[in-house]
């Protein structure tokens, strides 16, 4: 069974430009969710989806982050335009319910210069 | 304000010794607690859980404390195995209103020495 996958696992932009991740949860897991780790820091709880649909997005830090999750399934989260706080390690986790252990993805390293 | 306090940056430990890593938290309504390992270049892996009904979770060589009065959790790793050095997150969550999350702290990067 594939694990959570996340894609670009590295991506470095420039200040004010536009960069889209994607997650693809484990097939089945109707709970997505997005955190970001600052290093060093903790990791740090941005949203929830359960299945389409935003269940908590009280850690979405601005309106330059935008998340979307299309029915249901695979998942975005777009930052527009970045920002150089913006840098740091955005993890995807998905779950079947919501009381459960999350399953990881590796991680994209997003760098704003 | 950060609800989930791993107050120890780093530990190490010699190979075959214990390891205890600590977790304090604030929230006196967190009902579940979890700790992931994490490889460099990893997403985190879950590694044992404990239910605030229970106070001790036995996994093997890995076993969780939880003293509520204290809000207080610990992760004991016994024996030891260099295979363990990796940074532990303990997380918390709480099952109100309809939302349900994790708050994870800032880890503790555990060296276990051969």
């Known amino acids: 069974e594939a694990g959570v996958t996340q894609f670009p696992s590295h991506s470095v932009i420039e200040k004010g430009q536009t960069v889209t991740l994607r997650c693809d949860p484990i097939?089945?897991?109707?709970?997505l969710y997005w955190y970001r780790r600052v290093m060093g820091k903790e990791i740090k709880f941005l949203l929830h989806f359960v299945k389409e649909s935003k269940q908590d997005e009280s850690g979405m830090p601005n309106n330059r982050f935008l998340a979307e999750r299309t029915g249901g399934t695979y998942s975005t989260l777009k930052v527009q335009p970045a920002e150089l706080e913006d840098s740091g390690v955005y993890f995807c986790a998905s779950s079947q319910t919501v009381h459960e252990k999350l399953f990881f993805g590796s991680g994209t390293q997003l760098s704003v210069l | 304000d950060q609800q989930v306090k791993q107050n120890s940056p780093s530990l190490s430990v010699q190979e075959g010794r214990i390891s205890i890593l600590n977790c304090d938290y604030t929230n006196s309504m967190f009902d579940y607690f979890l700790w992931y390992k994490k490889y460099p270049a990893e997403g985190p892996t879950f590694l044992i859980s404990?239910?605030?009904?229970?106070d001790k979770n036995e996994d093997g060589r890995f076993t969780v404390f939880l003293n509520k009065s204290a809000k207080h959790l610990s992760l004991h790793i016994v024996p030891s195995q260099p295979g363990d050095s990796a940074v532990y997150f303990c997380?918390?969550?709480?099952?109100?209103?309809?939302?349900?999350?994790?708050?994870f702290g800032t880890g503790t990067r555990l060296k276990v020495l051969a």
């Open positions: 097939s089945g897991h109707d709970n």
């Open positions: 997380a918390a969550s709480q099952d109100s209103s309809g939302t349900y999350k994790y708050i």
């Open positions: 404990i239910s605030s009904i229970k």
